[in-house]
């Protein structure tokens, strides 16, 4: 019999259960876990089965044999072609090793580190590494993330990853970072089927770029002119990957910021030296701006149709032809199409403008910079639908310095000296998002973060370094047509009139004055005398 304040002890029944019921758990669930992991890696399976059975067969022979074989194979395979090699044999083997022994082994102190373990019900989550795959140079880790993060907690940790599995640089993806491949022929239906369920969306998944081996160490050799340039895809600089990076000039503005001698220049030839083919056959025509006296450019000269490099006046006035030439397009395009298409009779125009700020911030006179600045804003504003495009460079990307930043649709960032200036270059949120290009070391002249077309995370890039007897060469070889400066006469074609429209009959207004005034005026008016 128990009574108000007497302390009662409720322990719940405990269930006992025999010795040899527990160990057959234990043996069930341990046989399980050896079957899920041998349907999970039936490759490592298959291996050890096959290595296994010819040692039985053939004693060590048996395994000798086929392993030197197998070694030959791979050899001859990565001479002949060696992306594929990486794709399908080594990338794969390399990838499972570091997983293994490099990610898996430092994992539960990285995420805890970085800030990236979460803890949940008293126990500490994590996120879960689910595939490392490997090529020449990078580690490509697929990360499921914990319920409730989101890629931005990844981003904002970029340099922290990098550094805690002992690298220099990382990337951090909310899609897969590589392209699905292109499928044609007989299995082209099933490939395809299979590259979809690869590709798929899965907002539960990022992706950890880790640069093991940097490609971007050593100079990029000039890429081959092609005799028509594709203007969707130009090829400038060398990713990471070891992929080419091309640029998507047709139909944009394209935005370089670099401090001094971060490598502007060969992004900028490397531009030139791609239109090359495109120059020489009339296909597109340069108006070059140099407002440095020609030192940039200057050697270059045979291969642009328009130059301007000492006096700011002429360099006003080539802005201005620009305009009238796009106003002449849109007049005659209007209606007809949406995007300029370049032609030998209707060529792609690029105004290529090096060390902006000299012509909208540090010019003296201000009419004159209130001029360029207005031409500038109606090519920017509207130039890139007919084929008028601007390719500008400039160090300092304050608003002050460059008011219509906004309007280049394409940016680069090479080497800056501030933080902040990534961020106004590239975009809010470009630096978090693993754009350190504040961070550039000394070597690093011509690499730069870009974004890629489809993803909002940067890339790392070097762009081809073109030397001064490549730019003789390029000049000597593919000089731009005599006639190439006489664009404007075009803009004395005969275009389609404006029809003739009858004006609108609009109600007769009076000012905005009361009922007792307007009698008063009325009744003046009614006796002869004026309002």
Same mark, same amino acid.
């Given at each position: 019999?128990?009574?108000?304040?007497?302390?009662?002890?409720?322990?719940?029944?405990?269930?006992?259960?025999?010795?040899?019921?527990?160990?057959?758990?234990?043996?069930?669930?341990?046989?399980?876990?050896?079957?899920?992991?041998?349907?999970?890696?039936?490759?490592?399976?298959?291996?050890?089965?096959?290595?296994?059975?010819?040692?039985?067969?053939?004693?060590?022979?048996?395994?000798?044999?086929?392993?030197?074989?197998?070694?030959?194979?791979?050899?001859?395979?990565?001479?002949?072609?060696?992306?594929?090699?990486?794709?399908?044999?080594?990338?794969?083997?390399?990838?499972?090793?570091?997983?293994?022994?490099?990610?898996?082994?430092?994992?539960?102190?990285?995420?805890?580190?970085?800030?990236?373990?979460?803890?949940?019900?008293?126990? !500490?989550?994590?996120?879960?590494?689910?595939?490392?795959?490997?090529?020449?140079?990078?580690?490509?880790?697929?990360?499921?993330?914990?319920?409730?993060? !989101?890629? +931005?907690? *990844?981003?904002?940790?970029?340099?922290?990853?990098?550094?805690?599995?002992?690298?220099?640089?990382?990337?951090?993806?909310?899609?897969?970072?590589?392209?699905?491949?292109?499928?044609?022929?007989?299995?082209?239906?099933?490939?395809?089927?299979?590259?979809?369920?690869?590709?798929?969306?899965?907002?539960?998944?990022?992706?950890?770029?880790?640069?093991?081996?940097?490609?971007?160490?050593?100079?990029?050799?000039?890429?081959?002119?092609?005799?028509? $340039?594709?203007?969707?895809?130009?090829?400038?600089?060398?990713?990471?990957?070891?992929?080419?990076?091309?640029?998507?000039?047709?139909?944009?503005?394209?935005?370089?910021?670099?401090?001094?001698?971060?490598?502007?220049?060969?992004?900028?030839?490397?531009?030139?030296?791609?239109?090359?083919?495109?120059?020489?056959?009339?296909?597109?025509?340069?108006?070059?701006?140099?407002?440095?006296?020609?030192?940039?450019?200057?050697?270059?000269?045979?291969?642009?149709?328009?130059?301007?490099?000492?006096? *700011?006046?002429?360099?006003?006035?080539?802005?201005?032809?620009?305009?009238?030439?796009?106003?002449?397009?849109?007049?005659?395009?209007?209606?007809?199409?949406?995007?300029?298409?370049?032609?030998?009779?209707? $060529?792609?125009?690029?105004?290529?403008?090096?060390?902006?700020?000299?012509?909208?911030?540090?010019?003296?006179?201000?009419?004159?910079?209130?001029?360029?600045?207005?031409?500038?804003?109606?090519?920017?504003?509207?130039?890139?639908?007919?084929?008028?495009?601007?390719?500008?460079?400039?160090?300092?990307?304050?608003?002050?310095?460059?008011? *219509?930043?906004?309007?280049?649709?394409?940016?680069?960032?090479?080497?800056?000296? +501030?933080?902040?200036?990534?961020?106004?270059?590239?975009?809010?949120?470009?630096?978090?998002?693993?754009?350190?290009?504040?961070?550039?070391?000394?070597?690093?002249?011509?690499?730069?973060?870009?974004?890629?077309?489809?993803?909002?995370?940067?890339?790392?890039?070097?762009?081809?370094?073109?030397?001064?007897?490549?730019?003789?060469?390029?000049?000597? +070889?593919?000089?731009? $047509?005599?006639?190439?400066?006489?664009?404007?006469?075009?803009?004395?074609?005969?275009?389609?009139?404006?029809?003739?429209?009858?004006?609108?009959?609009?109600?007769?207004?009076?000012?905005?004055?009361?009922?007792?005034?307007?009698?008063?005026?009325?009744?003046? !008016?009614?006796?002869?005398?004026?309002?």
């Amino acid at each position: 019999m128990t009574t108000a304040g007497d302390l009662m002890v409720i322990r719940p029944r405990r269930l006992e259960l025999p010795v040899w019921l527990i160990a057959v758990g234990l043996v069930l669930r341990w046989l399980w876990r050896g079957l899920w992991w041998c349907l999970r890696h039936p490759v490592a399976v298959g291996l050890v089965v096959a290595g296994v059975s010819l040692y039985r067969e053939f004693d060590r022979a048996g395994v000798i044999v086929p392993v030197v074989l197998a070694a030959a194979v791979s050899a001859l395979w990565r001479w002949r072609h060696e992306s594929s090699w990486w794709t399908w044999c080594a990338g794969p083997i390399l990838g499972r090793f570091r997983q293994l022994f490099v990610y898996r082994r430092a994992w539960r102190e990285a995420m805890t580190l970085c800030g990236l373990a979460k803890v949940y019900d008293h126990r !500490t989550v994590l996120p879960e590494l689910l595939r490392v795959r490997s090529d020449q140079a990078l580690d490509v880790l697929t990360i499921r993330m914990v319920r409730g993060q !989101t890629p +931005e907690e *990844f981003q904002k940790a970029t340099a922290n990853l990098a550094y805690a599995f002992g690298r220099r640089h990382a990337r951090v993806y909310s899609e897969r970072p590589d392209d699905p491949p292109i499928r044609s022929g007989y299995w082209a239906l099933v490939l395809g089927a299979v590259d979809r369920l690869r590709f798929r969306d899965r907002p539960s998944v990022v992706y950890l770029v880790v640069v093991r081996t940097d490609a971007l160490r050593t100079l990029v050799d000039p890429f081959d002119v092609p005799s028509v $340039p594709d203007f969707t895809a130009l090829p400038l600089a060398r990713r990471e990957d070891l992929r080419h990076w091309c640029l998507h000039l047709l139909a944009t503005h394209v935005l370089i910021g670099g401090a001094t001698r971060s490598g502007k220049g060969s992004v900028l030839w490397s531009l030139v030296r791609v239109l090359a083919g495109g120059i020489s056959s009339g296909l597109v025509r340069l108006w070059v701006i140099d407002p440095k006296g020609g030192m940039e450019f200057a050697m270059g000269r045979p291969l642009f149709a328009r130059f301007a490099c000492k006096s *700011f006046e002429a360099m006003a006035d080539l802005l201005d032809e620009a305009v009238t030439v796009m106003r002449e397009r849109q007049t005659r395009l209007a209606g007809a199409v949406r995007v300029h298409t370049p032609t030998l009779d209707d $060529p792609l125009v690029v105004v290529v403008i090096d060390e902006m700020a000299a012509l909208t911030a540090y010019l003296q006179d201000v009419d004159l910079r209130k001029r360029i600045a207005g031409s500038l804003g109606l090519l920017l504003s509207q130039g890139a639908g007919v084929g008028v495009l601007v390719v500008a460079a400039l160090q300092d990307p304050r608003k002050e310095v460059l008011p *219509f930043r906004d309007l280049f649709p394409t940016r680069i960032a090479l080497g800056l000296t +501030e933080a902040a200036q990534v961020d106004l270059v590239l975009g809010d949120g470009a630096r978090n998002r693993g754009a350190l290009a504040d961070q550039m070391p000394r070597w690093a002249k011509g690499v730069g973060y870009v974004i890629l077309d489809g993803t909002p995370e940067p890339a790392r890039v070097r762009f081809s370094y073109i030397s001064d007897d490549h730019i003789r060469e390029l000049a000597a +070889e593919y000089p731009a $047509p005599a006639d190439a400066a006489d664009i404007l006469a075009q803009v004395g074609r005969e275009t389609a009139t404006e029809p003739a429209r009858p004006p609108l009959p609009r109600q007769r207004r009076g000012p905005l004055l009361p009922d007792s005034l307007l009698n008063f005026l009325d009744r003046d !008016t009614d006796r002869g005398e004026p309002r």
